[in-house]
């Protein structure tokens, strides 16, 4: 088992490589650089010398290789460099957002998981009555909602019948919980919704296929209490694909929220994402696929474990 | 029915009706189909796939499966009550706790993410009020007497870990936890080795003699039949066609589908024939059942009458052997010059 777990642990790293190398060129192939869109719009100062002295300063008229080199060292080193745009410590400007976002994302599955489980598994035990056509209606209008929208109704709602404004301002979990729930509440709900129906359909389909199986009938022949028979016998087989969908969708969450952070005005990965990539923010950009590529890495690593789990059959060399 | 005295009837099923709404239409599974088990006795029920035999037992656990399947008619006596009418709780506590049950698929019928011991001490939590600490003694004791050795160990592990064979032993283990009167046993070896099977009913067998616990085997093998069986009853499109002791049913089938069955194996005990007879064409259609008897078109005896009118299951010899044809007299006098001529 621990030789599993280094296994995969030094495994982390080719792919990680493999990231960067991606992402390193892929960025450089873009048309158009962070000193040209700085300097475009004012032409005084659009010069070749000027645009040469901009990109000597970042180190970009090194050729490719060393920079990609120097890249690898720092990050190596843990040390992820400047944004090309505003010059700041790139680890700064993460640091926060990232906070945000994996708060976001971590409250957003929590709702997501609690809606999912108990609506799916009632809606496989009660197959084709009206309970399991409300749960259909309910998460197939999770599915056709965008989160953005959902989230602007649930703002004006706030706004017109409480006639109460969630704070706008991010605090931070540390400094005032209360205030930092008020804000990140709507915009998890708004996500959890979404996100539930996905795996509230999981949930449902995994459930009839498991209530099918001739160990659930053996284990009723035991005369065991239906409660008994859902919880230890159905649902721990139940649970492998749901965990899957639920895992990848909070990798995702955390960089790809970008049109709801706008709505609730929360500085997260995704926003910084889209600005970053605009700006041909070359550092930037890159650590922040570096983040998201870890945490899918990290997710999907711990979804093997929590298999391994549920599942003895599954066992590690 | 006739009863020696002394020994009581502990499940009687009377008319039993099992019915299966598909596309198709009605599916008559059991139909009208009665038979009873003594104490500690080992009934057989016969037949082809499909004709109703699991049904059967799945009635009487009512463990159909809804909403498609439903026990239309019928009562199923068992200890004094009708298990048919009891509320779901009431039935809750009948199974696994008065009758066992032993299902067909080893493979597939166990929890694949539950350990055996897990599997074998829930039921004695819940229907004997054990503690985690005696349910576990008892595991180590049930597992030690349907012969996996290294019992203690055995129960820390899964499913997959066990062999076929050992499977079945554990559902065995299972049905007999909470020391149930009546066990069910579906098909318990068709999904089994061959010779693994003699050993499995083997076991069954001595452990139904020594804790007089009565079985209800179900099977399409007539070998298993013959060796392990007190009565036998032969079924036939959801209907019982025959029915009498095992050694009277090998002596003298009064139906002509069970002597095709008998002729349809190999046998040791008569001269060996140049080759088995197998019994031409296909079951019936249990949506569309005949009007008369259901093995008319695959059967050499038949009449006139036979499409015409359904025969009743009426005595044809002493002993309760009662056979569910018109032509069972003149089948008997062809049976006696076939054995004649050979």
């Not at chain 1, 645009?51 to 120097?70: H, I, S, Y």
């Not at chain 1, 997501?112 to 009660?126: D, H, R, T, Y």
């Not at chain 1, 041909?280 to 391994?308: E, G, H, K, P």
């Not at chain 2, 909403?67 to 239309?72: D, L, Q, S």
Request: proline share 5%; glycine share 6%.
């Amino acid at each position: 088992m621990w030789k599993y777990v280094l296994k995969r642990v030094l495994l982390m790293i080719p792919t990680l490589l493999g990231v960067a190398v991606l992402i390193f060129f892929l960025m450089r192939v873009v048309p158009g650089d962070i000193v040209e869109l700085r300097f475009a719009g004012e032409s005084a100062f659009a010069q070749k010398e000027n645009l040469d002295k901009e990109r000597a300063r970042l180190g970009l008229d090194q050729p490719m290789w060393r920079q990609f080199v120097t890249w690898m060292w720092g990050i190596a080193r843990f040390d992820f460099g400047t944004s090309m745009w505003t010059g700041a410590p790139i680890i700064e400007e993460i640091k926060l957002r990232a906070a945000l976002s994996f708060q976001l994302a971590v409250m957003a599955t929590i709702i997501a998981v609690v809606l999912a489980i108990p609506l799916g598994v009632v809606a496989a035990l009660k197959q084709d009555t009206w309970v399991d056509y409300f749960v259909r209606v309910f998460s197939i209008a999770g599915l056709a909602t965008p989160s953005f929208w959902l989230g602007i109704v649930f703002i004006l709602m706030l706004l017109i019948v409480f006639k109460w404004l969630p704070p706008m301002v991010y605090t931070p979990f540390w400094v005032d919980p209360w205030q930092n729930m008020l804000q990140l509440i709507w915009p998890a709900l708004a996500v959890g919704y979404r996100y539930s129906a996905v795996a509230t359909r999981m949930t449902r389909s995994a459930m009839l296929e498991v209530l099918r199986e001739d160990y659930i009938r053996t284990a009723r022949a035991k005369g065991l209490w239906q409660k008994l028979i859902l919880s230890r016998h159905a649902l721990k087989n139940a649970m492998l694909p749901v965990l899957t969908v639920v895992a990848l969708e909070f990798a995702f969450l955390m960089g790809g929220l970008v049109v709801t952070e706008q709505v609730f005005n929360l500085n997260g990965l995704g926003m910084l994402f889209v600005e970053s990539v605009a700006r041909r923010d070359y550092t930037l950009t890159q650590a922040l696929v570096m983040l998201v590529a870890l945490v899918f890495i990290l997710v999907n690593f711990t979804v093997d474990l929590m298999y391994a789990w549920l599942d003895p059959r599954i066992r590690f060399r | 029915m006739l009863h020696s005295a002394g020994v009581s009837t502990l499940l009687s099923v009377e008319n039993l009706q099992t019915h299966f709404v598909t596309r198709g239409g009605v599916v008559r599974a059991v139909d009208d189909v009665s038979w009873d088990v003594e104490e500690g006795e080992t009934v057989a029920l016969v037949g082809e796939s499909g004709c109703g035999k699991s049904v059967s037992a799945l009635s009487i656990m009512r463990l159909v499966a809804g909403p498609a399947g439903r026990v239309v008619g019928g009562r199923v006596h068992f200890k004094g009550r009708d298990l048919l009418q009891l509320s779901e709780e009431e039935m809750r506590r009948v199974r696994g706790r008065e009758i066992g049950m032993v299902f067909q698929e080893p493979m597939t019928s166990l929890n694949p993410v539950l350990s055996i011991g897990r599997q074998l001490t829930e039921g004695l939590e819940i229907h004997l009020g054990m503690t985690p600490g005696a349910a576990r003694r008892r595991a180590v004791e049930l597992l030690g007497m349907v012969g996996i050795p290294d019992s203690e160990r055995r129960l820390t592990q899964y499913p997959h870990q066990f062999s076929g064979g050992m499977r079945q032993r554990m559902m065995i283990a299972m049905a007999l936890a909470c020391k149930p009167s009546l066990i069910l046993a579906d098909e318990p070896t068709t999904a089994l080795d061959v010779t693994i099977q003699a050993q499995i009913l083997e076991l069954m067998k001595d452990l139904s003699r020594r804790f007089g616990v009565a079985m209800l085997i179900i099977t399409h093998n007539l070998g298993v039949v013959a060796r392990y069986a007190d009565r036998v009853n032969v079924m036939y499109a959801g209907r019982i066609i025959e029915r009498a002791t095992a050694r009277e049913l090998y002596a003298r089938p009064r139906h002509p589908y069970t002597l095709g069955l008998l002729r349809s194996v190999p046998r040791l005990d008569e001269p060996r024939r140049a080759r088995l007879d197998p019994i031409e064409g296909q079951p019936p259609d249990l949506t569309r059942l005949p009007q008369g008897c259901a093995f008319t078109p695959r059967c050499a005896f038949s009449v006139a009458r036979c499409s015409a009118e359904p025969p009743p299951l009426a005595p044809v010899a002493d002993g309760g052997h009662v056979s569910a044809c018109w032509e069972s007299a003149r089948l008997d006098r062809a049976a006696a010059r076939s054995a004649a001529a050979s």
